[in-house]
């Protein structure tokens, strides 16, 4: 069964510091996986797009990262700012059928 | 770049009413659109597969009776919650892909927030 789980649920961090989001998944047969940002009562918005053959994808202060070998991915946040409070989605896509597993989402509040 | 608009972006209504939501592809065309269900601090749960001048496809556990899908155009996908209840009451989201099979990209519209009293 595909699954993406992610870590932790949610999280606290004062503005400034840096924190980094975990996902793993066993999605098969691998074709994407996507970060994506979701404010509050808003749809989501894509951050990174990363294939099997890439391992590194920044977007401003967001920074992805893929180990196809382990499946896992990470999204490392640098100097977190408030409008960096939202929930952050990792969906990993399937080549058979275009299939999307979304994961559970970790919920980041950042506080001044 | 692609944007995909949603309408209403709240919506209250009695016990009983049915609601439509409207989800529109601005530039670009999408033969494939997909509804959503979330509830409150979850994630997406994918409702059904629009797909444009045919019938939806539902996910297993969705009322297709309850929960109508019509994708009458390349641009336009509507969801109808038809007699809907309380326990409707959820945000609803849609999203498109533009159709080059090259381009990952899916982009969701803003949501609906659907209460049911």
């Not at chain 1, 999605?27 to 994506?36: A, D, G, H, M, Q």
């Not at chain 2, 496809?57 to 929960?67: A, H, M, R, S």
Request: aromatic letters at 8%; proline letters at 4%; hydrophobic letters at 30%.
């Amino acid at each position: 069964k595909n699954q993406v789980e992610q870590s932790p649920q949610s999280l606290i961090i004062l503005e400034g510091k840096n924190c980094t989001l975990q996902c793993n998944y066993t999605v098969s047969p691998f074709s994407n996986l996507r970060w994506y940002k979701q404010d509050t009562g808003r749809g989501p918005v894509s951050l990174t797009i990363m294939t099997f053959s890439e391992n590194t994808k920044s977007n401003g202060r967001y920074t992805a990262t893929l180990d196809a070998d382990t499946k896992q991915s990470s999204l490392h946040i640098t100097a977190s700012q408030l409008s960096d409070s939202a929930s952050y989605i990792c969906v990993v896509s399937a080549k058979a059928g275009n299939m999307l597993t979304f994961g559970g989402g970790t919920r980041l509040m950042v506080k001044p | 770049g692609a944007v995909v608009s949603q309408h209403p972006s709240r919506v209250i209504c009695k016990s009983g009413t049915s609601v439509k939501i409207e989800c529109r592809s601005l530039d670009f065309q999408a033969t494939t659109m997909f509804w959503y269900r979330q509830f409150p601090k979850k994630s997406l749960m994918l409702m059904a597969t629009s797909n444009e001048g045919s019938k939806a496809t539902y996910e297993q556990g969705v009322e297709k009776d309850k929960f109508l899908i019509n994708h009458a155009s390349l641009t336009l996908s509507t969801l109808t919650v038809t007699s809907a209840h309380p326990e409707d009451s959820s945000f609803y989201i849609c999203s498109a892909r533009p159709p080059d099979r090259f381009n990952e990209k899916l982009f969701f519209g803003s949501g609906t927030q659907l209460s049911v009293l």
